[in-house]
């Protein structure tokens, strides 16, 4: 009992940083590229794509509590001029956690332009440049019922009595924002399993006002990130996907690196397994050295199909708390087949 309620405080300390604005994050973060960077709008080996994905974290802890992500999102390509591109594309995002249910909605359309910068006519490796950006709202919210103040705490009665005057007022702001991000994407093609790619972005450029009550500010911090990747040989059937991100919010900073092994059957209807290991190492204090925890990750591609599963082995100073138990993660992903006059060639992420 006594753990659990210092993982209470500890929580509700995380609760209050939430609302001076940490964007939620799903590890499996190579699958929903709108969320990392609008220049990856339209940069995929299709027509159009559709994902969604589904994150529980704590649970162990909270239970019905627990803090649940849900993202869903569609882009579309098609060619504007010889070998140049645009895609467009939607991304929706709904975050819901702790016992007062502080729920997070966001809503973007995303636009970019891909630009092919060498290769393509003479062999070789294909590369391009693409720059994106999204615009859209957000929606911070609470349910004000589930909370308590210290002056409706009785001393009398050593309890709560949810019946007298909280002190608190203005608890009337929707949360409702504007939202602003760009982002830029460097990347080469050398053959069907070979590619490497860059890119970084920045999120929230506006700052937007996220408080709850009137009459106050409490700005969302502009986010940056850097990411990169590729896909690396090995043989006719078995290929490297290294990924790796590294962001900083205000004053929190965080990287996620680790690699995919992935077999492919080589078949006309092909079918492919990656499995895959990554950490995520995030700053505590001052110190950029907590090591939080590993990912372990598995994937199942039959042919315009990708379901992704991940798990979080929790090593923070939870872990005694959670028995090491940290969030599960979900991923499916669609993506329609390209006429071939339209083909460009892309990076497997």
Excluded at 305 to 321: A, C, E, H
Aim: aromatic letters at 16%.
């Amino acid at each position: 009992m006594k753990q659990k309620l210092l993982f209470l405080i500890y929580f509700n300390t995380l609760l209050g940083l939430a609302l001076n604005a940490q964007d939620p994050r799903f590890s499996q973060f190579y699958t929903a590229p709108q969320l990392l960077n609008p220049a990856l709008t339209g940069v995929f080996d299709g027509e159009y794509r559709i994902n969604v994905h589904y994150r529980n974290q704590w649970n162990s802890i909270l239970n019905k509590s627990a803090f649940v992500g849900y993202a869903a999102g569609g882009d579309y390509r098609y060619n504007v001029a010889d070998n140049d591109y645009a895609g467009f594309g939607l991304q929706l995002l709904n975050q819901n956690s702790g016992d007062g249910d502080l729920a997070r909605t966001q809503a973007h359309l995303n636009g970019s332009y891909i630009k092919q910068l060498g290769g393509g006519s003479y062999g070789g490796p294909d590369y391009y440049l693409a720059a994106g950006a999204q615009l859209g709202f957000g929606q911070l919210s609470t349910n004000w019922n589930k909370y308590w103040f210290s002056k409706q705490y009785d001393a009398n009665s050593q309890s709560v009595n949810t019946g007298l005057n909280s002190g608190e007022s203005g608890q009337n702001r929707s949360g409702t924002y504007l939202d602003f991000g760009v982002g830029l994407l460097w990347y080469a093609v050398f053959d069907e399993k070979s590619s490497i790619y860059f890119g970084g972005s920045l999120a929230h450029l506006n700052k937007p006002n996220i408080s709850l009550y009137d009459n106050s500010n409490e700005n969302l911090y502009s986010k940056w990130t850097f990411h990169g990747g590729g896909e690396f040989k090995l043989s006719p059937y078995l290929s490297l996907l290294p990924n790796a991100y590294f962001t900083g919010q205000g004053p929190s900073l965080e990287t996620v690196f680790g690699t995919s092994i992935r077999y492919s059957n080589g078949d006309w209807q092909e079918f492919s397994i990656r499995a895959g290991t990554f950490g995520r190492v995030n700053n505590r204090l001052d110190k950029f050295n907590n090591f939080e925890s590993t990912i372990v990750s598995l994937a199942f591609e039959f042919e315009r199909w990708m379901m992704g599963i991940s798990y979080d082995i929790n090593f923070s100073d939870l872990q005694r708390v959670t028995n090491s138990r940290g969030s599960f993660e979900l991923a499916l992903i669609y993506t329609a087949k390209e006429r071939k006059r339209y083909r460009v060639k892309c990076p497997t992420f």
